[in-house]
């Protein structure tokens, strides 16, 4: 089992950032593949971003590219994802997941772990 806990969500205005933290618990943190993913009222969660093992490689939903950032401290057991430029419509509740796959993966079925999420909320 790994336990995922987000933090670092909230209210910020357009073109603000925000840096979400992802603390995992439980199995070796760094053999799993790490995702941020996202829901808005009335949508499918959606793929954000996502990181292998070591952080070698990183795979981004193409809205987000150039402004988001996700980056991995396997010593702290922890992911980020910063957003930079952030945008009404980047409003959601974001999730972080682990999966199996350690090179990490865009696909939500590829993920075994989730966390509770946290909401983002950008005004305009």
């Known amino acids: 089992q790994v336990q995922l806990v987000e933090s670092g969500g909230g209210l910020v205005q357009a073109g603000d950032s925000l840096r979400l933290s992802c603390a995992a618990s439980g199995r070796t943190f760094s053999r799993y593949g790490m995702g941020w993913f996202r829901q808005a009222p009335g949508k499918e969660r959606e793929f954000v971003a996502a990181?292998?093992?070591?952080?070698?490689?990183?795979y981004y939903k193409d809205s987000v590219k150039g402004r988001f950032t996700i980056s991995r401290d396997n010593a702290k057991s922890t992911v980020y994802l910063q957003m930079n430029s952030l945008k009404p419509e980047d409003t959601a509740v974001y999730y972080c997941?682990?999966?199996?796959?350690?090179?990490?993966?865009?696909?939500?079925?590829?993920?075994?772990?989730w966390g509770q999420g946290t909401q983002v909320t950008v005004s305009s």
């Open positions: 990181i292998s093992w070591i952080g070698h490689s990183t």
């Open positions: 997941a682990a999966s199996a796959s350690p090179n990490g993966s865009g696909r939500y079925s590829a993920y075994d772990y």
